[in-house]
C-alpha cells in the first residue's frame, strides 16, 4: 500500500520538482539569491532556476569542496547562495569546507541536498544520505529543515532563503504523499500539529510523516487516539511542543529517516528527559548500513513502516496505562 493511503493524502509527487519551484520562487523574491549546482540540475530542481535566471546560475560540476568554497564567498559579499547536490554529496565530501569556510563565520549559505534518506537505496549505501542530519546539525549555526512533503518542500525553501545565517535542508528522490493544503503556513523552529490526539503523540520528519498519519490512521481503528507532529525544523526542535506532547498525552514515538545514533530522535529523547520524562520509542535506521533494496524493502527491514510505528505506540500506551 502506498504511503499515506490509509490516512487518505493526495497522491504523491515529486519533491526534487518543489524544490526547484521554491529555488524560483526565492530568486524572483530576491535578487541575491543564487544557485549553485554540482551538475545535478536536472535532479535537484536548480535547472528552474537556469531557466529562468541563467546569470545566476553557476554549475560548479563534481566538485563539492569547491562550490562551499565559492558559496562562502559569494555569501561574504552579500549574495544568498544555494548549493545544491546530492544531500551525501554535500556532507561527505565537503565537510569540512562546510565546518571552516560556513559553519565557523556563520555565513548566509543554504545547502540543499536532494536525493538523502535512503531513497537511493538500489544504488546502494555509498550513495545514501542516511547520516546528513546528523552531520549538519553538528556544526554550531546550522538552521535544519526537512520538509515532509511538496507544499512543504516549496515553503521551507523559501523560508530558508529568508533566514539570515547557515540552512541545510533535506529532499528526497521518492515522490511524496500531499499532507498540506497550499494555504499552509510554515514557521522555522515550530513544528505543525498535522492530526489531533491524546493518548500517544508519534513524532516525523520527512518520509516518516505520511508514515505517522498512516500509523495514527491505524490506531485510530484500535480506539487509540495518536497526535502526530511534523517537526520539520529538526534543529533547533520546537521544545514547547515536545513538552505539550509529553505533558498531554504521555507517551511520545518519533520516527525518522536516518541514523539512530546522534538522531533527531535522540534529541527529541533529551528534551524529554531534562523537560518532562515519559515513555518513549525511537524509530530510524539502525547501527548498520541499509542494503542494496528499493527504499520499501529498506523500511522494512529498518522498522520503520506505519504497523512498526503503531505498533510501537501500542506498546507505549499499555505501558502508560499500567503505570
Not at 532556476?49 to 564567498?73: L, Q, S
Amino acid at each position: 500500500m502506498p504511503i499515506g493511503a490509509r490516512a487518505g493524502l493526495k497522491p504523491a509527487d515529486q519533491l526534487r520538482n518543489y524544490a526547484g519551484q521554491g529555488m524560483l520562487e526565492a530568486a524572483q523574491l530576491n535578487p541575491k539569491v543564487v544557485v549553485l549546482d554540482g551538475d545535478l540540475g536536472n535532479s535537484t530542481g536548480a535547472h528552474e532556476v537556469k531557466k529562468a535566471f541563467p546569470d545566476r546560475f553557476f554549475n560548479i560540476g563534481i566538485a563539492e569542496a569547491n562550490m562551499v568554497g565559492i558559496g562562502a564567498g559569494l555569501a561574504s559579499c552579500g549574495y544568498i547562495p544555494i548549493l545544491t547536490s546530492l544531500g551525501s554529496f554535500l556532507w561527505y565530501n565537503a565537510y569540512d569546507q562546510a565546518r571552516l569556510s560556513v559553519a565557523l563565520a556563520g555565513l548566509n549559505v543554504k545547502f540543499l541536498g536532494s536525493h538523502s534518506g535512503f531513497s537511493t537505496g538500489r544504488e546502494g549505501p555509498s550513495s545514501m544520505g542516511t547520516e546528513d542530519i546528523v552531520l549538519a546539525s553538528a556544526l554550531a549555526p546550522m538552521t535544519v529543515l526537512v520538509p515532509c512533503d511538496p507544499v512543504s518542500m516549496r515553503k521551507l525553501v523559501v523560508a530558508a532563503c529568508a533566514h539570515v545565517g547557515p540552512v541545510y535542508i533535506r529532499s528526497s528522490r521518492e515522490p511524496l504523499p500531499h499532507v498540506y493544503a497550499e494555504d499552509v503556513q510554515f514557521e522555522i523552529g515550530r513544528a505543525n500539529v498535522v492530526r489531533q490526539g491524546t493518548d500517544v503523540t508519534l513524532i516525523g520528519c520527512g518520509l516518516m510523516v505520511p508514515v505517522a498519519l498512516d500509523a495514527a490512521a491505524i490506531l485510530a481503528e484500535e480506539g487509540i487516539q495518536a497526535r502526530v507532529l511534523d517537526m520539520h525544523t529538526v534543529k533547533p526542535l520546537d521544545v514547547a511542543a515536545i513538552m505539550a506532547a509529553a505533558r498531554e498525552t504521555g507517551a511520545i514515538v518519533t520516527g525518522e529517516e536516518q541514523v539512530r545514533t546522534g538522531g533527531v530522535g535522540s534529541n527529541i529523547a533529551r528534551v524529554v528527559a531534562e523537560t518532562y520524562p515519559v515513555p518513549m520509542r525511537v524509530l530510524a535506521i539502525p547501527d548498520v548500513f541499509p542494503d542494496t533494496a528499493s527504499p520499501a524493502e529498506i523500511m522494512q527491514d529498518c522498522g520503520l513502516t506505519a504497523e512498526d510505528m503503531a505498533g510501537a505506540a501500542r506498546e507505549l500506551v499499555a505501558v502508560k496505562c499500567a503505570a
